[in-house]
C-alpha cells in the first residue's frame, strides 16, 4: 500500500498510530509533502528522530519542504534507483527516502513528478531569532532546468504531480496569514510551477505547506489527513 500526507515537522506520532492501526509493514510507503523536519537541525537530535523513525514499520517517501536542508547537502545521504528514479537515503536509515526534484517515479502504476521546495514566510523570523533557515529552500536554476529538461523527454505528460507549495494559481488565499505582508513574499517557486502547470498534462496534483487539508477537483492539499495514494 501507499499513503500519502502533509507536513510533519518533526512530529511522527500521528504516522505511528497510523502504521498500528493498519498493521502495516516496510513494504508499505507513506509519502509525506515536505517539510519532514528530520533534517532540520542538523545536529544529534536529527540522528534521534532518525533512528526513533528506523523502527516504524513503514518506509517514508520525502518530498524536499522549507523548513529542512537538501539531502544532498547533508552528510550521509547517497544516490540510488527507486522505482525507476533517484532518490536520496542514508544507509543508515533506509525506510527514510527523499525525492530528487524532477525525477519521475512509478508507483503502484503511476508516473509520479516531484517538485519540492517553498519560500519560507518566517524567513526573517527565523533569523533574528537564530534559528536554522536554508538557502537551498526554494529549487535554484539548476533544479528548474533538469525538471523542464526531463519533462520535455517525457513529452511533459504524468499521471500525478507531488508539490510542496503548488503553483500560484492553487494558492489557498484564504489560509493566508494576516500578519504577513504579501507584497514581501518571494512567490518565484509558485509561479514557476504554475508555468509548469499550465503546460502538463496530468490526472492529480497534491501539495502540503499550508497546514490544511481539502479537495478541489483533481488538486488536493494535505496536512494531517493520511489517505491512500491514488
Given at each position: 500500500?501507499?499513503y500519502?500526507?502533509?507536513?510533519?515537522?518533526?512530529?511522527?506520532?500521528g504516522i505511528?498510530?497510523?502504521?498500528?492501526?493498519h498493521?502495516t509493514?516496510?513494504?508499505?510507503v507513506?509519502i509525506?509533502l515536505g517539510?519532514?523536519?528530520?533534517?532540520?537541525?542538523l545536529?544529534e537530535?536529527?540522528?534521534?528522530?532518525?533512528?526513533?523513525?528506523?523502527e516504524?514499520p513503514?518506509t517514508l517517501f520525502?518530498v524536499?519542504?522549507?523548513?529542512e536542508?537538501r539531502?544532498?547537502?547533508?552528510?550521509?545521504?547517497?544516490?540510488?534507483?527507486?522505482h525507476?528514479?533517484?532518490?536520496?537515503v542514508?544507509?543508515?536509515f533506509?525506510?527514510?527516502i527523499?525525492?530528487k526534484?524532477?525525477e519521475?517515479?512509478n508507483?503502484n502504476?503511476k508516473?509520479v513528478l516531484?517538485?519540492?521546495g517553498?519560500y519560507?514566510?518566517?524567513?526573517y523570523y527565523r533569523?533574528?531569532?537564530?534559528w536554522h533557515w536554508?538557502?537551498?529552500?526554494?529549487p535554484n536554476?539548476?533544479?528548474?532546468?533538469?525538471?523542464?529538461?526531463?519533462l520535455?523527454?517525457?513529452?511533459?505528460?504524468?499521471d500525478i504531480?507531488?508539490?510542496?507549495t503548488?503553483?500560484?494559481?492553487?494558492?489557498p488565499?484564504?489560509?493566508?496569514?494576516s500578519?504577513?505582508?504579501?507584497?514581501?513574499?518571494?512567490y518565484?517557486?509558485?509561479l514557476?510551477l504554475?508555468?509548469?502547470e499550465s503546460?502538463?498534462k496530468?490526472?492529480?496534483?497534491?501539495?502540503?505547506?499550508?497546514?490544511d487539508n481539502?479537495?478541489?477537483g483533481?488538486v488536493i492539499?494535505?496536512?494531517e489527513?493520511?489517505?491512500e495514494?491514488?
Open positions: 500500500m501507499i500519502i500526507t502533509g507536513d510533519t515537522h518533526r512530529r511522527f506520532g505511528y498510530g497510523f502504521c498500528n492501526k498493521k509493514s516496510k513494504e508499505d507513506i509525506i517539510d519532514v523536519g528530520i533534517n532540520y537541525m545536529d537530535s536529527d540522528y534521534s528522530i532518525k533512528k526513533h523513525i528506523a516504524f513503514i520525502c524536499h519542504g522549507n523548513h536542508e539531502p544532498f547537502n547533508v552528510e550521509g545521504y547517497i544516490e540510488q534507483n527507486w525507476e528514479g533517484t532518490v536520496y542514508d544507509p543508515e533506509p525506510n527514510q527523499f525525492a526534484d524532477g519521475i517515479y508507483l502504476g508516473r516531484v517538485l519540492g517553498a519560507s514566510v518566517d524567513k533569523l533574528a531569532c537564530g536554508f538557502e537551498s529552500e526554494q536554476d539548476e533544479i528548474k532546468k533538469y525538471v523542464e529538461e526531463n520535455e523527454k517525457n513529452n511533459w505528460e504524468v504531480v507531488l508539490s510542496h503548488c503553483p500560484y494559481d492553487f494558492m488565499r484564504h489560509l493566508f496569514l500578519s504577513i505582508d504579501q507584497n514581501e513574499v518571494d518565484t517557486t509558485e514557476w504554475q508555468k509548469i503546460n502538463l496530468y490526472d492529480k496534483w497534491y501539495f502540503g505547506h499550508y497546514h481539502y479537495k478541489q483533481n492539499m494535505l496536512y489527513d493520511i489517505l495514494f491514488e
